[in-house]
C-alpha cells in the first residue's frame, strides 16, 4: 500500500492542485463509487421495493445488499437493525422525534457531552422544551477528556439518555463509548452514539461498544452524498413509531388508521436513495479492502507527524489532548493575534483547503473560551509532502498578515 497508489483511485485529487485538508467536513470519493452510482443508475435505475418486475427487482436487491454491508462494518447484530437517513443530523433527529419525545418526561435528565456538534445538541435541547426533560451538560478538560468525576456527576438515577460523540469534530479526541454505556446502562438511560467523526476512520463495532443508537454520514467516508446510516437496537426500534410517514413504511392504510411496516422500512418512508446506498457500500468496500486497522494506522502516523510540526511552529496553539495520537486526523488551531477566517484565507491562497469557524461546536469553543478556531483534517490520502508545506505556510502567517519575523 503507497499513497501514490492510493491517490490514483481519487479522480479530484488527481485533478486539482490545491492540498485537501478538510476532510472532518466531506471525504473526495473514490472512482470505484462513482462507477457503482453511475452503474446503478444505469443498469437498475427503478424504484426499489415497490415493483414486481425485473427491473425493480434489481434496484431492491442492491439496495438490500447494501444495507447488508453496513451492518456488516460496523457488527450489527441484524440488517434490520440499520435505518437509511440522508445523514448524520437526521438520524439523531430520527432518535429525538421517534424516541426522545415519546419516552422521556418531566422530572427525566438528558445529559449531553460539551463538546457535541450541533446536531447532537439542538435535537435534544428540542426534547428537553417539549418533554420538560433537563438537559445536563458533562463537562470536558481543555483537553477534551470526559473524567470520570465528570460522567459520575452528570449520569445518575435521573438521567434517561446520554448523546455523546465518539471522537469530537473540533479537538479530535476519542471518547471512551464502553464506559459510558456501562454507566449510562446500570441507571437505565439508553446511549446515542455521534459516530460521524469515528466510523470513517477506526474499527467501530456497535455490539462491543454496547450503543443503542449510532448514527453517521456517507460522505465522510467516501460515500455519495445524502445518504446516511442510523443504526439502533432492535428492542428499541421496535417500540418507536415512525419518524415519517407516507409511502412504504406501512403494510395496510384503512380511512381512518394505518399498520406500519416491519423494521427496517417503518422509518423509511417514501422513495429510498438507492444510488446513494449503492454507493456508500462500494466505499465500504473500497475502504475494507485496506483494512481498517491499516487505514487508521496511516491516519495516525500522519496526524502526529502534523501535531509535531505544529507545536513546533512559535504562536501557533493546537487544541485538545497533547497526545499526538488523540486526535483521529483532527488537528484545530489558533495563530496569536490572527483570525482563524484570515488563517484559511492565506492558505487557500498558498492552495490549501482547511476549515475555519466553531465548526458547529459553538458550545464547546465557549467553554474553551475561544470564538473560533482553523481546522486541519486529514485522510490516509494525504501525504507528509503535503503536510511539509501545510506547516511552511502556517510559520509564515503571522509575518504575511504584518507582524514581523516575531
Given at each position: 500500500m503507497t499513497t501514490d497508489n492510493i491517490r490514483k483511485n481519487f479522480p479530484l485529487l488527481q485533478q486539482m492542485d490545491t492540498i485537501y485538508l478538510d476532510n472532518a467536513?466531506?471525504?473526495?470519493?473514490?472512482?470505484?463509487?462513482?462507477?457503482?452510482?453511475?452503474?446503478?443508475?444505469?443498469?437498475?435505475?427503478?424504484?426499489?421495493?415497490?415493483?414486481?418486475?425485473?427491473?425493480?427487482?434489481?434496484?431492491?436487491?442492491?439496495?438490500?445488499?447494501?444495507?447488508?454491508?453496513?451492518?456488516?462494518?460496523?457488527?450489527?447484530?441484524?440488517?434490520?437493525?440499520?435505518?437509511?437517513?440522508?445523514?448524520?443530523?437526521?438520524s439523531l433527529n430520527l432518535v429525538a422525534y421517534s424516541y426522545g419525545l415519546n419516552f422521556l418526561k418531566e422530572g427525566d435528565e438528558i445529559a449531553v457531552t460539551i463538546m457535541e456538534h450541533h446536531s447532537n445538541l439542538l435535537p435534544w435541547q428540542m426534547v428537553s422544551r417539549m418533554t420538560g426533560a433537563k438537559l445536563h451538560y458533562l463537562e470536558c478538560t481543555s483537553e477534551g477528556e470526559l473524567t470520570d468525576e465528570a460522567l459520575q456527576k452528570g449520569i445518575n438515577e435521573r438521567t434517561r439518555l446520554v448523546a455523546v460523540a465518539q471522537v469530537s469534530n473540533v479537538l479530535g479526541c476519542v471518547n471512551s463509548i464502553q464506559k459510558i454505556t456501562e454507566m449510562a446502562h446500570r441507571v437505565g438511560a439508553v446511549v446515542v452514539v455521534d459516530g460521524a467523526?469515528?466510523?470513517?476512520?477506526?474499527?467501530?463495532?456497535?455490539?462491543?461498544?454496547?450503543?443503542?443508537?449510532?448514527?453517521?454520514?456517507?460522505?465522510?467516508?467516501?460515500?455519495?452524498?445524502?445518504?446516511?446510516?442510523?443504526?439502533?437496537?432492535?428492542?428499541?426500534?421496535?417500540?418507536?413509531?415512525?419518524?415519517?410517514?407516507?409511502?412504504?413504511?406501512?403494510?395496510?392504510?384503512?380511512?381512518?388508521?394505518?399498520?406500519?411496516?416491519?423494521?427496517?422500512?417503518?422509518?423509511?418512508?417514501?422513495?429510498?436513495?438507492?444510488?446513494?446506498?449503492?454507493?456508500?457500500?462500494?466505499?465500504?468496500d473500497y475502504l475494507e479492502s485496506y483494512g481498517m486497522d491499516t487505514l487508521h494506522a496511516v491516519e495516525q502516523e500522519l496526524t502526529a507527524y502534523l501535531f509535531r510540526g505544529m507545536n513546533a511552529i512559535p504562536h501557533v496553539h493546537v487544541l485538545g489532548s497533547q497526545r499526538e495520537d488523540n486526535h483521529t486526523g483532527i488537528v484545530s488551531f489558533t495563530v496569536d493575534q490572527v483570525h482563524p477566517h484570515d488563517i484559511s484565507e492565506v492558505l487557500s491562497s498558498d492552495g490549501m483547503d482547511i476549515r475555519a469557524g466553531h465548526h458547529c461546536a459553538q458550545p464547546l469553543h465557549d467553554h474553551l473560551g475561544i470564538h473560533s478556531t482553523a481546522r486541519a483534517s486529514l485522510m490516509f490520502y494525504n501525504t507528509k509532502e503535503e503536510i511539509d508545506r501545510f506547516l511552511e505556510s502556517v510559520s509564515n502567517i503571522r509575518r504575511r498578515m504584518g507582524f514581523g519575523n516575531e
Amino acid at each position: 500500500m503507497t499513497t501514490d497508489n492510493i491517490r490514483k483511485n481519487f479522480p479530484l485529487l488527481q485533478q486539482m492542485d490545491t492540498i485537501y485538508l478538510d476532510n472532518a467536513a466531506t471525504a473526495q470519493r473514490p472512482s470505484c463509487v462513482l462507477a457503482a452510482v453511475q452503474e446503478f443508475y444505469e443498469q437498475k435505475n427503478a424504484n426499489p421495493l415497490r415493483g414486481f418486475y425485473p427491473l425493480s427487482l434489481e434496484a431492491t436487491e442492491s439496495y438490500q445488499e447494501a444495507r447488508k454491508t453496513v451492518q456488516k462494518f460496523i457488527h450489527a447484530e441484524e440488517p434490520e437493525e440499520i435505518i437509511f437517513t440522508r445523514n448524520t443530523t437526521e438520524s439523531l433527529n430520527l432518535v429525538a422525534y421517534s424516541y426522545g419525545l415519546n419516552f422521556l418526561k418531566e422530572g427525566d435528565e438528558i445529559a449531553v457531552t460539551i463538546m457535541e456538534h450541533h446536531s447532537n445538541l439542538l435535537p435534544w435541547q428540542m426534547v428537553s422544551r417539549m418533554t420538560g426533560a433537563k438537559l445536563h451538560y458533562l463537562e470536558c478538560t481543555s483537553e477534551g477528556e470526559l473524567t470520570d468525576e465528570a460522567l459520575q456527576k452528570g449520569i445518575n438515577e435521573r438521567t434517561r439518555l446520554v448523546a455523546v460523540a465518539q471522537v469530537s469534530n473540533v479537538l479530535g479526541c476519542v471518547n471512551s463509548i464502553q464506559k459510558i454505556t456501562e454507566m449510562a446502562h446500570r441507571v437505565g438511560a439508553v446511549v446515542v452514539v455521534d459516530g460521524a467523526q469515528s466510523v470513517p476512520h477506526m474499527p467501530v463495532d456497535v455490539q462491543a461498544l454496547d450503543a443503542d443508537f449510532l448514527a453517521f454520514s456517507g460522505h465522510k467516508l467516501m460515500g455519495p452524498m445524502g445518504i446516511g446510516c442510523l443504526y439502533g437496537k432492535r428492542e428499541l426500534l421496535e417500540k418507536m413509531p415512525p419518524f415519517l410517514t407516507g409511502g412504504e413504511m406501512i403494510e395496510t392504510v384503512s380511512r381512518y388508521d394505518a399498520v406500519y411496516a416491519e423494521l427496517p422500512h417503518k422509518f423509511e418512508a417514501g422513495t429510498v436513495n438507492a444510488g446513494g446506498a449503492v454507493g456508500l457500500a462500494a466505499a465500504i468496500d473500497y475502504l475494507e479492502s485496506y483494512g481498517m486497522d491499516t487505514l487508521h494506522a496511516v491516519e495516525q502516523e500522519l496526524t502526529a507527524y502534523l501535531f509535531r510540526g505544529m507545536n513546533a511552529i512559535p504562536h501557533v496553539h493546537v487544541l485538545g489532548s497533547q497526545r499526538e495520537d488523540n486526535h483521529t486526523g483532527i488537528v484545530s488551531f489558533t495563530v496569536d493575534q490572527v483570525h482563524p477566517h484570515d488563517i484559511s484565507e492565506v492558505l487557500s491562497s498558498d492552495g490549501m483547503d482547511i476549515r475555519a469557524g466553531h465548526h458547529c461546536a459553538q458550545p464547546l469553543h465557549d467553554h474553551l473560551g475561544i470564538h473560533s478556531t482553523a481546522r486541519a483534517s486529514l485522510m490516509f490520502y494525504n501525504t507528509k509532502e503535503e503536510i511539509d508545506r501545510f506547516l511552511e505556510s502556517v510559520s509564515n502567517i503571522r509575518r504575511r498578515m504584518g507582524f514581523g519575523n516575531e
